[in-house]
């Protein structure tokens, strides 16, 4: 009778007068009890420990969470789904048919012992979820999101077999401790971030390996060298009505190589703002500004979590911009990556760097008319810099370059 999971973590009482009726029930009421209960790691941090549930995911029960009570010496805990017959000496995600979210490293582990870079890392505190979208057994498929403290991380596609995927958690070093509720809930958190009434896409024309939820912007791009840049790009340029836009640093991430700043409207996807020409943007890792080139100058402050970044243009009173507002046809946008002559010195990479002609970035500059572009940082004027407005105006451009940034963007802040 193939209904109780013995593991590393818990052993069931050493009865030998009960028929199988009354192992059944004691089954139930344990697993009751078990739907909320702590799990920690005995044993010698040369082997690997596992706990799976006896119950796979179903669509009336799709989701359950882990709490890090513990990461002990190395935080080696994964949260996923696994077959019913998983061998508990591997970490969920390392063999095939079982897909876990690393606490670690942030990666995803998908039927392979190599993971795939996915989210930010998890500490002591933070809960891990996990659960189905949908339920297609028939087609030997379905989605599997994760979340962390109750906003979804992402998803991923993985192969089901008829018996379903097993709520599963792996622990490999000593002192690992986690709470696990099989029972949990997820829906998302009426806040600001995420709201999915008013979620906000419309605001952006151009999301390059950046996820959008509600105000909430996520770099969900590889992070391993300077083309990897994700970028968010909003629909609308500034205007003499909308001047200034800020964006607070929620999580800062591995590096926090987040850039605020105005961009063209056909910049280069793969380019930080103010790495390229058109573009200026104040970088929150080394406090540089960066004026359409890879070399930045001292400019302020770095900037850290909480922090909250603006952007702004001082137009002159007469000012008005040509066809302003008139940005809704972004299916038609020719866009063509531009390309910078100097290297950002902070992402060296002799193979990926992107050649500008010279000329006719020169003729471009002189194109349109000067204004004044000004930035903040916890609502204290930092500095400007006076630039050319290209053709179609400067448009509110976020970029983001390591695992686990996120900003939340306010285009239309209340400013004087």
Excluded at 219 to 246: F, N, W
Excluded at 380 to 385: A, I, V
């Amino acid at each position: 009778l193939n209904i109780f999971v013995l593991n590393k973590f818990f052993l069931f009482p050493k009865r030998t007068d009960l028929n199988i009726s009354s192992w059944i029930y004691l089954f139930i009421n344990f697993q009751n009890r078990m739907a909320k209960e702590i799990k920690h790691y005995q044993g010698n941090s040369e082997e690997v420990g596992c706990y799976v549930a006896g119950r796979p995911l179903s669509k009336g029960n799709c989701y359950f969470e882990v709490t890090i009570v513990d990461t002990g010496v190395r935080g080696t805990i994964a949260v996923g789904l696994v077959p019913k017959f998983y061998r508990l000496d591997h970490q969920p995600g390392w063999l095939p048919y079982s897909v876990a979210y690393h606490a670690d490293n942030g990666k995803l582990y998908n039927g392979n012992p190599v993971g795939q870079q996915f989210g930010p890392k998890c500490a002591r505190g933070d809960r891990i979820g996990c659960g189905i979208h949908s339920e297609n057994i028939e087609a030997g498929i379905t989605t599997v999101f994760f979340t962390k403290n109750g906003k979804e991380v992402g998803s991923v596609e993985v192969p089901v077999s008829a018996e379903g995927l097993f709520p599963a958690v792996g622990m490999h070093s000593m002192g690992e401790e986690v709470k696990v509720d099989l029972q949990a809930e997820w829906f998302l958190e009426e806040d600001d971030s995420m709201m999915m009434v008013d979620s906000h896409e419309d605001d952006w024309g151009r999301l390059y390996d950046v996820r959008v939820s509600g105000t909430l912007l996520e770099y969900v791009g590889k992070g391993k060298s300077i083309m990897d840049v994700g970028l968010a790009q909003a629909r609308q340029p500034l205007t003499t009505r909308c001047h200034y836009y800020e964006v607070e640093i929620v999580d800062a991430g591995e590096k926090c190589y987040i850039a605020l700043g105005l961009a063209r409207r056909d910049y280069p996807k793969n380019r930080h703002p103010g790495w390229s020409r058109g573009s200026v943007a104040y970088h929150a890792d080394d406090g540089k500004i960066f004026h359409g080139s890879g070399v930045g100058d001292a400019f302020g402050p770095r900037c850290f979590k909480g922090d909250i970044m603006g952007c702004g243009i001082m137009f002159p009173r007469d000012y008005i911009l040509d066809g302003e507002g008139d940005t809704d046809d972004w299916d038609r946008l020719d866009i063509r990556p531009g390309h910078a002559s100097v290297q950002n010195v902070l992402y060296l990479n002799d193979d990926e760097e992107e050649e500008e002609d010279g000329e006719e970035a020169g003729e471009q500059e002189q194109e349109g008319r000067k204004v004044t572009v000004f930035f903040t940082r916890n609502g204290k004027l930092m500095g400007r810099r006076e630039m050319v407005i290209p053709p179609g105006g400067l448009y509110p451009t976020v970029g983001m370059l390591s695992s686990g940034e996120k900003v939340k963007v306010d285009l239309h802040p209340l400013s004087g």
